[in-house]
């Protein structure tokens, strides 16, 4: 079992920075790969960046690509979701989410691949 708590939601302005941490509980928390998923309202949960269970490998959605940067700390059973030059677009609830998984890759996958949730953390980036 893994639980997941999100955390470093706010508000900022437009060109602005936030790191978002998702902080796991779970002594198999290394053996998982983790996504940050995104959901604004009146629209479907996507899933905008994922990383493998060592670290080794980072995928991101195209829209958040060069902006947004996925990292973990198996040590510290957490991982960090760093976004710069933030756009109003970007406004959302996040959440972070954790499947087992063996493999050395990541890839983005949908929401009913992911077995573990947090409770999400809003994010709100003014113009």
């Known amino acids: 079992q893994v639980q997941l708590v999100e955390s470093g939601g706010g508000l900022v302005q437009a060109g602005g920075s936030l790191r978002l941490s998702c902080a796991a509980s779970g002594r198999t928390f290394s053996s998982h790969a983790v996504a940050w998923f995104r959901q604004a309202p009146g629209k479907e949960r996507d899933c905008v960046a994922a990383?493998?269970?060592?670290?080794?490998?980072?995928t991101y959605a195209d829209s958040v690509k060069g902006r947004f940067t996925i990292s973990r700390d198996n040590a510290k059973n957490t991982v960090y979701l760093q976004m710069n030059s933030l756009k109003p677009e970007d406004t959302a609830v996040y959440y972070c989410?954790?499947?087992?998984?063996?493999?050395?890759?990541?890839?983005?996958?949908?929401?009913?691949?992911?077995?573990?949730w947090g409770q999400g953390t809003q994010v709100t980036v003014s113009s």
């Open positions: 990383i493998s269970w060592s670290g080794g490998s980072t």
């Open positions: 989410a954790a499947r087992y998984s063996g493999s050395r890759l990541s890839y983005l996958g949908g929401p009913n691949e992911y077995d573990y």
